[in-house]
């Protein structure tokens, strides 16, 4: 009797001693927007509360090396376990089979995919398989900056603001109005010297910016976009439709002079930095941009919708989600990090700082009331450039056709061709790409 207690008590210590020795799962999160890591830290110090058998280590990379990053790692097989995706570098990843297959996943747990904007899940569907849920969405609108309308005793961009392809219409007006040279002269004034602007009525056009620049203009000329279909094999950038808005956009540069060419961009700091300096009057951004919006102290500022074009007003909609590594060694772990991250909870308190708007529909009114009473007074136009949007280009190449069509816009846009000499020489680079 007395060596069986003695036996039970040895091995309830050895019991407690292995449990307390047992070593947390160490999951790595890698995300790309600072603007963000406050809100996802919030949620994520909620998760491993949750779920103290877990670590989650957040490492944040900047866009250009979020993306170098993962694609070495990709290639060393050495990716983070958990990771922001995008719909301009998922195919890329799934064709080279670097994406776990979520579908199993949703379906042993019954996951309510319904709750989530239909579209948005879309994104991260290929061929039967899914491969991410959603985190969140994005449209595009203009940030303008208030301050410098008024120097200029200009009214401020209205809701039904228009423009066309031919002369620019309102838009190009208001943005003669706001680019000014050395001595104060807009560009309307005979005297205007495009050689010495000191004030550019808009900024960030450069062949880079599809999302939130050109992209948004085909559409709203009637054009198709850029592929014939998601996974197309086609391109249709040589449409009339799409031509007209390219030498437009062009035009912006080389006739108007409203915008600056790529390289004084590049000169001068990024588009957003010579925004907030002052230097920009106006910059198209997505809605990811406000709460980097928020650090703006030295002006006052807003956002309008696109203004509407021949065919009506259109907008980029883009949504981001969680990818889990498909080599992970600790699937299950990372599978109830993703499904915390987008799930109701979490998106709740994400939304609540007022981030991004959440791919939950039933949370974009909590998101809406993170902004009350405080720049911009409009955030909700966002939300109705969502109403008219285009179809985002997907292609297993993208990666590689996408290079090719901002070198050949950026050589347009510094005035060496016109735009369909431009098309004609995207089209003969990648032909190749789309097969």
């Given at each position: 009797m007395r060596k069986s207690i003695v036996l039970l008590v040895l091995l309830a210590l050895v019991v407690v001693s292995g449990t307390a020795g047992a070593q947390k799962v160490t999951l790595r999160y890698m995300f790309w927007d600072q603007n963000q890591q406050e809100a996802y830290a919030a949620s994520i110090d909620e998760f491993m509360r949750l779920n103290p058998d877990i670590e989650v280590v957040m490492e944040l990379a900047e866009w250009n090396d979020y993306w170098t990053k993962l694609t070495t790692g990709m290639a060393a097989r050495n990716l983070p376990d958990v990771f922001w995706g995008h719909a301009a570098y998922f195919s890329a990843f799934v064709a080279r089979g670097a994406l776990l297959d979520l579908q199993p996943l949703i379906e042993r747990d019954n996951i309510d995919t319904s709750i989530y904007y239909q579209s948005l899940l879309d994104f991260w569907s290929y061929e039967g398989a899914q491969y991410g849920l959603a985190k969140d969405w994005d449209t595009i609108a203009f940030f303008y900056n208030k301050d410098l309308f008024d120097a200029a005793g200009v009214p401020y961009p209205s809701d039904d603001w228009t423009w066309n392809p031919q002369d620019g219409g309102e838009f190009v007006r208001t943005l003669q109005l706001l680019t000014l040279d050395d001595q104060g002269r807009n560009a309307l004034d005979p005297n205007f010297d495009p050689k010495k602007v000191v004030q550019y009525g808009l900024g960030d056009i450069g062949g880079a910016n599809m999302q939130a620049g050109w992209l948004n203009f085909v559409w709203m000329n009637g054009g198709t976009g850029v592929l014939d279909k998601p996974y197309g094999s086609k391109?249709?950038?040589?449409e009339p439709e799409?031509?007209?808005?390219l030498q437009f956009w062009s035009d912006l540069v080389n006739k108007y002079h409203v915008a600056p060419p790529p390289e004084a961009t590049v000169a001068g700091g990024s588009p957003w930095d010579l925004f907030t300096a002052g230097r920009f009057a106006?910059?198209?951004?997505?809605?990811?941009?406000?709460?980097?919006?928020?650090?703006?102290?030295t002006f006052s500022w807003d956002v309008v919708g696109m203004p509407w074009g021949p065919a009506g007003r259109y907008s980029a909609f883009n949504g981001l989600a969680h990818n889990i590594y498909a080599q992970t060694p600790h699937q299950e772990e990372a599978w109830r990090l993703l499904k915390w991250l987008e799930g109701y909870e979490s998106q709740k308190i994400v939304a609540e700082y007022g981030c991004v708007f959440p791919a939950i529909g039933e949370l974009v009114p909590t998101f809406l009331e993170a902004y009350a009473g405080r720049d911009p007074e409009n955030v909700a136009v966002y939300n109705d450039m969502a109403e008219n949007t285009g179809t985002w280009p997907m292609h297993v190449n993208w990666n590689e056709i996408f290079d090719i069509i901002q070198r050949e816009l950026d050589m347009m846009l510094q005035g060496f061709v016109d735009a369909e000499t431009t098309v004609a020489n995207i089209e003969m680079q990648v032909g190749h790409l789309l097969q």
């Open positions: 391109l249709v950038m040589n799409c031509i007209e808005v106006m910059v198209p951004a997505g809605s990811w941009m406000l709460t980097a919006g928020r650090s703006i102290e």
